[in-house]
């Protein structure tokens, strides 16, 4: 393991610092947490994220005016508490009550459950809306359901340009629930992540190898297989990304293409060219495009590609309205 | 049997032992079939309780499961955190009215599946609880009851928690949860029952 930093046990932490010196015009800390809290409250519904760390500039990249109202930041790889989601959920309340959006994973559902529990004990209203656009797990009744992933910075985006527009706490709830059902995602890596603690790569893979379908978090993909083409890796992501909208009458969509950490730029624009010619085959109108770092898994390499249903044009002015984070 | 509060702290006491002797494994078991991380999330959470329940003096049983609870509440993370949070939560909350304890067991393992939604079988810390709950209130628990709970996840399919993902890869390896819950009871036999 390579890596810059001074011990690795306390990267969270020395990172939420180097973050908050970086952006003191934007964020703040709640102290003794790792919860960061957007210095502009708005009297609006309040939204709170989080997770596991180590998928930065997820979440508290997204934290201020236009998007989130805080972020917990858990340990690498692992949920954040639900003392800390609390202290969360306190710090943006005003009045109007909280929106938690979570990814779905076992660990964050249940810690932001009883998160929500414990606020609603002290007499704050809080919902919460379960991302789900990892299109590489089946959503059946033996596993633990679809995942998470970078779909969710744009239920982030959509969602926090609506509360700071006045949604109510049930509009919202309500608007991000059918949001996620549209919002679709496919992943490939070309090797694994490093927790530092742990030192070595979560997984590992030949040097002429990828897989299919990993999730951020190293969880094991649909299929390995010789390193593709940007063109032929497309193809893939892209045909399996369209089944799942009805397209018998051309559909504006929006994408974003979204690196896993160790993937340059460079390579994340090579792609999105392939992207777009591929989807020449689609009947679909490229609306909103994204491309860059936005929802990483440490030093994974490889990339994930984004679909979602932007007919509903109210989506599409949230997206590109102005926002005021770090990381947008 | 109740369960007083000395023996409670002592049982607590050694559980964390043994999670810290075992953190490596634990993680490891963790690694085949999940993320690799459930021996240092465990390791956070018991380092806390221990602090903690050394804090206290002439503790009653409810007070060392609360403590505990709450404890583990706020340090574990991921998904063992809120389960076994919410296992000596309601352990705690029963013993208010009893500290027998085939009912704190019983107590603690409806807490985990209110929390979990798991059902026996789905190859999660479940299918340790409820043998050793059953056995304790059929008064045929012995050290056996616990060995053959843990093993008998080896052959299921995990059906709940990350462990699902890999589907019938994770066939033939032990639950990671199920084992740590193993360390508690055999921490329970070991300091109280013996
Ligand atoms: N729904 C559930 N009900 C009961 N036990 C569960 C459930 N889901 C997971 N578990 C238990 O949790 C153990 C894994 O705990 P661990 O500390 O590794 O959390 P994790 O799954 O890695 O959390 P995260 O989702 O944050 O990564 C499993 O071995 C299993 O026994
Ligand atoms: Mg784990």
Known sequence: MKKIINDASQVVGDMLKGMLLAHDDLIEAIDNTNVVVAKDKPQTVGLVSGGGSGHEPAHAGFVGDGMLRSAVLGEMFTSPTPDQVLEAIKASDTGQGVLLIVKNYTGDVMNFDMAKELAEMEGIEVDSVLVDDDIAVENST????KRGVAGTVLVHKILGKLARDGHTLQELKQIGDALVQDIHTLGVALSGATVPEVGKPGFTLDEDEMEYGVGIHGEPGYRREQLKSSREISKELVEKLVKEYNLNETKKIGLLVNGLGATPLMELYVFYQDV???????????????????MTSIDMAGLSLTLIDLEDSSRLDALNAPVHVVSW | MELTGEQAQRWILCFQEKIEKNKA????????????DHGSNMYRGVQAVKEKLNELEDPTTEEVLKTTAMALISKVGGASGPLYGSAFMQMAKTAKETTELPELIQAGLEGIKQ????????????????????????????????DQAVEDTKPLQAKKGRASYVGERSIGALD???VSSGYLFTALVEEVLK
């Open chain 1, 142 to 145: 033996h596993t633990a359901g």
């Open chain 1, 276 to 294: 777009v010619n591929e989807l020449k085959n689609h009947n679909v109108e490229v609306v909103f495009k994204k491309v860059g770092n936005f």
């Open chain 2, 25 to 36: 494994y634990l993680s490891d078991l963790d690694q085949a079939i999940g993320d690799g």
């Open chain 2, 115 to 146: 929390r979990g939604k798991a059902e026996l079988k789905d190859k999660t810390m479940v299918d340790a609880w409820a043998p050793v709950a059953e056995a304790l209130t059929n008064g045929t628990f012995s050290n056996d009851t616990i």
């Open chain 2, 176 to 178: 990671p949860g199920a």
